[in-house]
């Protein structure tokens, strides 16, 4: 963060202790309020490009598994996102474990269609499932993250957009077909359940145009997976045909979820300072999300988009005043 930046949200009581993540998306930072004296991620974004379906997806979703957006601001050329923070990532989790146990396996998977079914529900597909793209909070849970490359899907839509990870795109989007974007997050989840479950990929090559000629086959090692039931799951996101794919609730209701309960998951314990800072009465209407809780009114990107558009706004100021939550770091 360059030193004038710093400044600037230093004096909004936004502190910047590390860098997170750098990529293509931005860059990921790691932030300290000194009001709620709580860490946060602050994701910073060029405004060029950048996708304002991210906010308007995150702001109308409202679930355990999916990263909370607390308040958004502008500064100069960029788009700053304060988001709940989460010690890791799935990859990550993977990497460094050989030898994950079957019933971690099993509640991520669990846990990653409860994420994309809380998608799926409001007709919005991800676009790039990916374990990089599922954090892990202090409390173990998977959280969905990333929705720059999400669509909202409309009654008879098909994307036309080709964009995604190559180890996880769809035989589909290998064509360049017109596509349904939810069956293609059903394929990359059934490749990352693999990953998961293997640390191998389903469909390797040297090359992006052999391992094209791969996914096309839809042909994998299933014998890798040990667990009869996961390989049934796997089976039915992996087909090369999307109209032949499970929906998540069909995946959900497979023996191999049969145990899972939203009972069985651990409970979020509340910070009770921020807790009890946040009885003020919401000064915005609608639902909003609350810091480390999951109740509350929110407002609505769209509208305040109209009220603050970016385009008319000064890098003096921070513009996105989206109001997401009911407290202020200003």
């Known amino acids: 963060m360059e030193k004038k930046e710093y400044e600037h949200f230093s004096s909004l009581g936004i502190i910047c202790k590390d860098v997170i993540a750098k990529g293509g998306y931005g860059t990921i930072l790691l932030v300290y309020s000194t009001q709620y004296k709580a860490e946060f991620a602050l994701k910073k974004v060029p405004l060029k490009g950048f996708n304002q379906l991210e906010i308007e997806t995150l702001t109308s979703l409202d679930h355990r598994n999916i990263i909370s957006l607390y308040k958004c601001y502008r500064y100069n050329s960029f788009v700053y996102l304060l988001m709940e923070y989460c010690v890791s990532d799935l990859d990550s989790f993977i990497r460094k474990n050989k030898n994950i146990d079957p019933q971690t396996v099993r509640k991520y998977c669990f846990e990653i269609l409860q994420a994309l079914k809380a998608c799926h529900d409001k007709k919005i597909a991800h676009g ?44 589909e989007l290998i064509k360049k077909e017109e596509y349904n974007a939810m069956k293609s997050d059903i394929w990359a989840a059934g490749v990352t359940f693999y990953f998961l479950a293997t640390r191998k990929y389903p469909f390797r090559s040297e090359t992006i145009d052999s391992l094209k000629e791969v996914i096309l086959t839809g042909q994998y090692k299933s014998r890798n997976i040990s667990d009869l039931e996961l390989q049934d799951v796997i089976s039915m996101c992996l087909k090369v045909d999307p109209n032949d794919r499970a929906s998540i609730d069909e995946l959900l209701s497979m023996p191999y979820f049969r145990h899972c309960y939203r009972s069985s998951l651990p409970i979020l314990k509340v910070n009770s300072v921020i807790k009890n800072s946040l009885k003020a009465k919401p000064t915005c209407s609608g639902r909003v999300k609350l810091p480390m809780n999951r109740q509350g009114p929110i407002n609505k990107w769209s509208s305040c988009v109209l009220k603050h558009p970016i385009q008319e706004t000064t890098p003096s100021k921070l513009a996105l005043k989206t109001n997401v939550v009911n407290f202020s770091l200003y």
Not at 133 to 157: A, H, M, V
Not at 165 to 171: G, R
Request: proline share 7%; net charge positive; with cysteine.
């Open 128 to 171: 790039d499932i990916k374990p990089s793209n599922f954090l892990i909070d202090s409390y173990g849970r998977l959280k969905i993250c990333d929705f720059g490359l999400s669509s909202l899907i409309r009654e008879s839509f098909l994307a036309s957009r080709y964009t995604g990870t190559p180890l996880f795109m769809s035989p």
